[in-house]
């Protein structure tokens, strides 16, 4: 129960702390509404892209919500505790590390609901339909959120230790992930060698995933391989996230 409730004060503390900045709140909001304006107008307006606009929310919450809000916004909560030593104060405190952990996971799980909520609500008033099980459909974002997390988790502790590193490895390991992945075009456009590497792409399987059970009726019976890779991965990312914040609590005990 003592982890249960240090992990909701964390998750609590993370969510009012952006609250009060305002501009990580209204980032994670306008971006995937920016996003999802442009590419359903493109989708609506071009049968070229061979694409499917009940697709679209999925793509681009998974693409672009998720993957900024939760992997970057991981390793911003991570370089933001490391410069004003919250960390330090952290080995200190009756705070176990495996709270704060959770509480990160918590409330990064929060906004991506959040932003599911949203970017699905204006995709429904643009036209676009959710066909599936509304449940699967939470499971897939679930995944994502715990994938995207664990990475984030990884990043933080291994390669930013400034505000300035932030944006690095995200941009440098995430982008060409994005692009390959199917979040902004189908992924059946690739040349087939790109194709083929694809298919180990954990955004690939979270965007085929989302997108069947969003655009048809029965597509959960179609993605037992891409959940199934999800499951995987999620807990895999996990096991590397709070492996490598073991670490770091490690290194700055001993600096």
Sequence with gaps: METLSQTILVCRRILLENFRQRRGIIFW????????????????????????????????????????????????ILV????????????????RPLSYFLGVVLALLVVALGQ????????WLMGA????NWGVGLL??????????????????????????????????????????????PPEQLPSYLLTITKFNPIYHMNQALKAVAATPSGEA???????????????????GAASYHQLLKTEKSS
């Design 29 to 76: 909001a306008v971006f995937p509404v920016l996003m999802l304006l442009v590419f359903g107008a493109m989708y609506q307006s071009s049968t070229a892209l061979g694409g499917n606009f009940d697709k679209t929310p999925a793509g681009i919450l998974i693409g672009a919500a998720l993957f900024f809000s939760c992997l970057g916004g991981t390793v911003s």
């Design 129 to 132: 339909h959710f066909y599936g």
């Design 140 to 185: 897939i974002v679930i995944l994502s959120v715990f994938s995207y997390v664990g990475i984030g988790f990884f990043f933080g502790s291994r390669f930013a230790k400034r505000t300035e590193d932030v944006n690095g490895p995200v941009a440098a390991f995430g982008v060409p992930l994005l692009v390959l992945g199917g979040t902004f075009f």
């Design 80 to 95: 933001a505790e490391r410069e004003h030593r919250t960390l330090r104060r952290l080995l200190i405190s009756p705070l």
């Design 116 to 123: 599911s909520i949203l970017v699905f609500g204006l995709g």
């Design 222 to 240: 179609n993605i037992s391989f891409s959940l199934g890779f999800l499951l995987v991965f999620a807990l895999l990312s996990l096991i590397l």
